[in-house]
T-cell receptor
């Protein structure tokens, strides 16, 4: 079983739409959670950390459900520039970081 | 502030040859990580340095891979001899503190193709 699982998509949504991604992780003792964004043939870049209380950054909202071991990312009012692959990343107690395969998003004009 | 840099950006070698990848972390970052992404798979952890010490090298595939970080600044990852399955994108990342649980900043990666 993979440490981190994501729906690979692709998600194709019109501009202005709201889209949500989910991610599940297998280690209940995992410590930290992140969403990274990766553009085609570029390096991953941190989008936001995910906290138990949930957190919001502009059009982006991340939530963590420890009981069910899943993390979500909600993007409101999608922009063309949001098109990218979104990576779910989890840090375990041993300080190793585990990546999901990524969810591909394309925002269509 | 300069970001994480990696060299070379691309490398094409034949099976059995040796390749050395270099990573320059953000200045002052104690933590340095190596990752690899094989086509179609997720990014996988290879190892973690804290300054010049290997904190965790449990992700290294086998003894053909050797990573060093002499002086606690830049790091090299040598593959010798390279095999076909070593092809992929090798990312380096760095983060500031000794705790290691902070944001990682990634380099652009080295695309390695072993023929």
């Amino acid at each position: 079983r993979k440490e981190v699982e994501q729906d690979p998509g692709p998600f194709n949504v019109p501009e202005g739409a709201t889209v949500a991604f989910n991610c599940t992780y297998s280690n209940s003792a995992s410590q930290s959670f992140f969403w990274y964004r990766q553009d085609c043939r570029k390096e991953p870049k941190l989008l936001m950390s995910v906290y138990s209380s949930g957190n919001e950054d502009g059009r982006f909202t991340a939530q963590l459900n420890r009981a069910s071991q899943y993390i979500s990312l909600l993007i409101r009012d999608s922009k063309l520039s949001d098109s990218a692959t979104y990576l779910c990343v989890v840090r375990d107690t041993g300080n190793q970081f585990y990546f999901g395969t990524g969810t591909s998003l394309t925002v269509i004009p | 502030e300069a970001g994480v840099t990696q060299f070379p950006s691309h490398s094409v070698i034949e099976k059995g040859q040796t390749v050395t990848l270099r990573c320059d972390p953000i200045s002052g970052h104690d933590n340095l990580y190596w990752y690899r992404r094989v086509m179609g798979k997720e990014i996988k952890f290879l190892l973690h340095f804290v300054k010049e010490s290997k904190q965790d090298e449990s992700g290294m595939p086998n003894n053909r891979f050797l990573a060093e970080r002499t002086g606690g600044t830049y790091s090299t990852l040598k593959v010798q001899p390279a095999e076909l399955e070593d092809s992929g994108v090798y990312f380096c990342a760095s983060s500031p503190g000794l705790g290691g649980g902070e944001t990682q900043y990634f380099g652009p990666g080295t695309r390695l193709l072993v023929l």
